[in-house]
């Protein structure tokens, strides 16, 4: 299967997203006079972006794929589940408290949020766990942008991301098949590495609510799942967070799960993968292909063992 | 009921889930990971008709349809149908045909050498699938070979429950009715066994059993 990339034109020229999707907040916000005044920086398309030396012009994935095949396993566990269960996700009001091991905790509105920083458009590899990956065109800016805006105390080390945890809008928040809420971590110079960043768009729009809206973390060299999804706080620790899938299968999955061909997963390789569209799987690059950005976080340290 | 009637359609019907892939696969209806929803739906399908096969031994004998059995065969042939073709998804487009590769996953992915021993033993029984075989080992070692199909179906849903990522609760729907199929022959086998011990002979003294006495 071949995938041209378009020239010249923006993703989000080929493929608006439909209002339709967004209809209730529509109504919501257009009852009250007061709040027109919103509406533009909520529901205009975010992009197209500044464009980053940080991206890649690999072939995008198309966002029918990007927003179709997708792991949010608090709205299902098939790949098809979270884009028709997502849309129940409540978007407003939405804040984001930052607090843990700071000087002076902050809790942001995700208007605010959304004027921190102008959004850069990172077109990243994505790669799955579970040996498949995608090319996505993010709007995000640095998650040390946002980090930023707290004083973290000298004892940080670590940051953990915690998800939301709606328990009327998700359907398996119900069973115990994960502990929810759904956190992930990262140390802190990895937190604050260029390449991580906040998403708030995808393919110059809002991200839509499967992809995690309305802001989600994105971790580029790191497999899919450490990139956490609708996050609702994000904390300062010294020591290192406890992740949700380190909880349900401490040897499969490590704290820093980093992309890494020799390093497989107990039950399958992952010297492989298999690109969104593909025909046939491809060699995974070490750290995703981020390796020059990236493996100096990592020296010295035996990769097998901090897995 | 007259099999020759039920075959045909029964035959059609067996190929149905390979045509919804084939159709999927050329319309290109099967989502962003084609390739992922072929290789496990023709697993899910030599699963299914597995335990439809299974199923067939004791419908028939609380239904009291005699024909049944005579679709058992076609029935288990397909699985075998399905099986291969979904063995050869996996030497196809996960590995290419990449031989070192393949005999490296069996050997260290307990899901994959399962699912291997598995299809090991489902071949000889597609072998031996015809009067001739039947003849050729006699009724009684037929059906002991044959009985290795509880294994096989054991091998199957743990090969499947090994494969999900957290939520097992599908492979568990598979292994519960694979219970119930091999809880019930079992139950059976207690059964007889107590009927024969309790069985008497006419011309013999009534001894039930035979008491044994453990000295300490």
Redesign the interface.
């Known amino acids: 299967m071949l995938i041209r990339r378009p020239d010249d034109i923006a993703p989000s020229d080929i493929t608006p997203r439909p209002l339709f999707e967004r209809r209730r907040e529509f109504l919501r916000l257009s009852a009250g006079a007061a709040l027109a005044a919103v509406l533009p920086t909520t529901h205009a398309a975010l992009g197209p972006g500044r464009p980053s030396a940080y991206s890649t012009s690999e072939a995008l994935t198309p966002l ?2 990007v927003a ?2 997708n792991n949010f ?1 608090e709205f299902g ?1 098939d ?2 589940d979270p884009a028709r269960a997502a849309q129940a996700l409540r978007l407003r009001p939405w804040t984001v408290t930052i607090d843990g091991l700071v000087r002076q905790p902050k809790t942001l509105d995700i208007e605010d949020i959304l004027k921190l920083a102008p959004l850069e458009e990172r077109i990243y590899r994505l790669r799955c766990v ?1 040996g ?1 990956s995608m090319v996505i065109p993010w709007l995000g800016f640095p998650v040390s942008t946002l980090l930023k805006q707290v004083e973290p105390l000298g004892s940080a080390k670590y940051v953990e991301f915690i998800t939301a945890a709606q328990a009327d809008t998700m359907p398996t928040l119900r ?1 115990r ?2 502990d929810w809420p759904y956190t992930e971590g990262l140390r802190l110079d990895e937190a604050m590495h260029p390449l991580t960043i906040m998403a708030l768009g995808l393919y110059g729009d809002v991200l839509p609510n499967q992809n995690g809206a309305p802001m989600r973390l994105v971790v580029p060299w790191k497999y899919g799942f450490k990139s956490g999804k609708s996050i609702v706080r994000i904390r300062f620790t010294d020591n290192e967070p406890h992740t949700t899938w380190m909880k ?2 401490p040897d499969e999955y490590g704290f820093y799960s980093n992309v890494n061909p020799e390093v ?1 997963h107990r ?3 992952q010297a492989n993968e ?1 690109r ?2 593909d ?3 491809r060699k995974t690059l070490m750290f995703n292909g981020y390796a020059d950005q990236v493996g100096q976080l990592y020296s010295g340290m035996d990769l097998r063992k901090y897995f | 009921m007259n099999p020759a009637l039920i075959k045909p359609p029964l035959f059609l019907a067996g190929l149905l889930p390979l045509a919804y892939y084939a159709w999927g696969a050329q319309t290109d209806t099967l ?3 084609p ?2 929803a072929v290789t496990r739906g023709l697993g899910d399908w030599a699963l299914n008709f597995l335990l439809i096969t299974l199923a067939v031994t004791p419908l028939r004998r609380y239904s009291g349809w005699t024909w049944l059995g005579r679709l058992r065969r076609m029935l288990g042939l397909f699985v075998f149908f399905y099986a291969t073709l979904h063995l050869t998804t996996y030497l196809w ?2 590995q ?1 045909f990449d031989w070192p590769a393949i005999a490296g ?1 069996i050997l ?4 994959i050498t399962v699912g291997m021993v598995g299809f090991a033993l489902l071949v000889p029984l597609a072998a031996t699938s015809n009067a001739f075989a039947i003849r050729r080992l006699g009724g009684r070692r037929w059906q002991e070979l044959h009985r290795s199909v509880y294994a096989i179906g054991l091998l199957a849903v743990l090969h499947y429950s ?2 999900v ?3 097992v609760s599908r492979p568990l729907l598979y292994a519960l009715v694979l219970g119930v199929l091999l809880g019930l022959r079992a139950w059976w086998r207690v059964q007889e066994r107590t009927r024969q011990l309790a069985a008497t002979f006419p011309g013999k003294p009534q001894r039930r059993t035979i008491p044994i006495v453990v000295r300490k």
């Open positions: 029918k794929h179709g095949y396993t566990f790949k098809d579970e498949w069973s098949v994960l349900t299968s497989d039950r399958w390789s298999r969104i569209g025909f046939f799987k | 989502g962003a990971n390739i992922e487009f996960d290419f996953d260290k992915r307990p899901f090994w494969m990522k957290a939520d």
